[in-house]
């Protein structure tokens, strides 16, 4: 209990002076404190959603052989001036996957498929629509020799040890599949950072208990895990625990031994009596740098570092951890593994409708939904309960975005 | 080998008869084939990004009890209207998770932290900031006593009972985090799709094989696993065979037993010699329902029914099996599920740059890069190997789109 008001007063006072920040300085800060992880190699098809760790280049050329593009006949060099009737010997197919061991000698020609191997000594494929076979031979009028020769020649498309994806690129399928046919067996990604997570608050049960009166479950639990997944890092759910000063610091003493890449706690960082993770943090030799952004939400919050962790101390509230790690966390767990792109991603979307707002004494991030509308991008405030897709920034100093006026969107990512 | 050209010609009249569909007649025809599977039950937390099968009630309201909404002192009803200085006894004091056994007597007060559980007979909360605390008493000027009670009534945001997610939804991180607080550990979510997928093609090796002249790496098989794994469903690789009537005949002899929801094919689709797919498909007893689209790609994609198997028979080129598949089979597995929302969604986007095409006989869908440039969705179509994240719709008919047309693009789900 606070032994008079004054406690309480001399509280608000220290935590008037804490270390206040803008968003975008924030977002720098923890910018400046990431080492990039090194890469490790896995499997092409364990690739889906991982990031580049190097270029990878192709092993093998795009087409791997000059193809035939067309299902026809290929020949050799012959006068396309000349616009007399031809007739070629046929002496082979060569259907997709197979090859002709012979060189195609002049006068001669084989039935190739698309996809098809061209022989040595073949320079143009003349379509089945375009000729005739003819006792053993195919015939085409002279002028049909057009200048397209439907034949994609060897590496046209991507060269040996060309750059196929660039470092920095979450793989998606399409990548896969082009790396694949590249010959690239597996390839070096980054990492995945380790994020370690607690639920502080008194009041806070796990699922797997019944509920007393005062109590509430912890929420954050899943959303940490589930957002943390989404960015690509590997989540480790450290439990709930209560505002005890001493179970915290032997929470952070404990943590400190871990090694983790990321620690993220919620709870405890108001200006209250009970909110003890900085104290915590502090005793356990973390190192503060910012407690406060000049932005709503993030009244609260806390960014430090705990020997080589990045610790970031966040609200308790469901909607300021979603905010927060959307613009904070996510972006940083992205960044440790060399995600390529600034993330959250700022774009204009043009207002559905009016928003005033009551104080515009800070940066207000405010849940917004963003849709295409007859080729503008279109965006309203999230209604309550709904899933949000981006959020709308409303600038301090301003009260009233009127209908059709366009404001700053942060995309959410993944 | 074509024993003469008349064979090849013959087999392209009968590809000429083939049943040729729109786009929009393929969706919904495919559509009114697909049963909706049913649901499972599992943990909260491995519900991430699953469908919900129906719609999940809360079990616990929220909030769970009538909840201070700031840190200060709750009081008893008391006269508004009196403006003189009021003094209450402090009784006790409740922080979050804790309650306060007693009914608040008038002329009482506890302190009272942000979370903390209103005890009985208290219905105002007056903040720290608004009142001061004398010799064990909270002093408060009675025109201090606002309308404002800064209490959060028991489920005034969400009743015991009410909706909290809908079916057909993809439970995303913050849903999650709302379902925990309402109490909910398990949540019945549609389940994955089977499905089983087989490369064709004579000249294409896995990936473990080395490469002979004329031989090509399969790179549909990752490109499949991962674009079916994005939509939801539970990939098995089936392998890659040969174009080899007596094989793939017995593949889907196989493949019948097995119960898949979806079998999808690549290659062989063609009006080519060694395209043997469908008369293998026929032969085992699949009944084809379309096998061309009047759109490219699109020109030789076979959809039947296997014994209740969904079958799609893709083409061979990746390009083309992403975009069928983004466009087709995506959409049939969310269907499957009972996804919410129409996709592909269809929205307007602004034309970066002119497009020209050469033949507008039927409609063609080309990669394209969407992006916000201030407040309008602006479109360009993809380079080459640059991976796109919608297909711009060029409509049958129209050769040229200026710059800063607006056309109609497909987004790609995911």
Redesign the interface.
Known sequence: ??S??NE?LTL?LITNHRKMYTLQKAQQIISSNIKRLPGESVD??DG?NRIVFSDITAI?PQ???DESMR?GYVIPESDEHDKATKRFEIVG???????YADRLHPGTAC?I?????VPRGGVHVVP??KC??QNGEMVVAGHLLESARYIRKKGS??ALGDR?VQSGVAL????????????V?SVDVSTRPSFGFLCT????RS??SE?E???????????L???S??FGACPEDLGVI??NKSDLLDFFLKAKGRGLDFLVTTGGV?P???DLVRDAFVEAGGQVVFTALDMRPGKSVLFGILEGTLFFGLP?P?FA??TLFNVLVGPAILAMQGGKGRWPQK????MQHQITTKRSDVLRLKDGVLT?D????SVRVAA??E??NCYILLQSGEICYPKGA?VDVYLLAG
Not at 172 to 183: I, T, V
């Open positions: 209990m606070f008079s008001l309480y608000s092409l098809k889906l093998v087409p791997p052989f299902d197919e060569i259907p997709a996957g197979k090859t039935r498929m698309t996809g098809g191997c089945f629509e005739a076979e498309e991507i196929v998606q399928p399409m990548h896969l599949a082009l790396l694949s046919s590249c010959g067996r608050g008194s009041e806070l699922l797997s509920l009166k005062g109590q509430k479950y912890s929420s954050n639990s899943v959303l895990e589930g957002l997944t989404s209560e505002d108001g209250g009596k009970y308790g469901s951890v979603q774009v204009k979307g043009c295409s007859r080729g503008s991008c309550r309960c899933i949000s366009l």
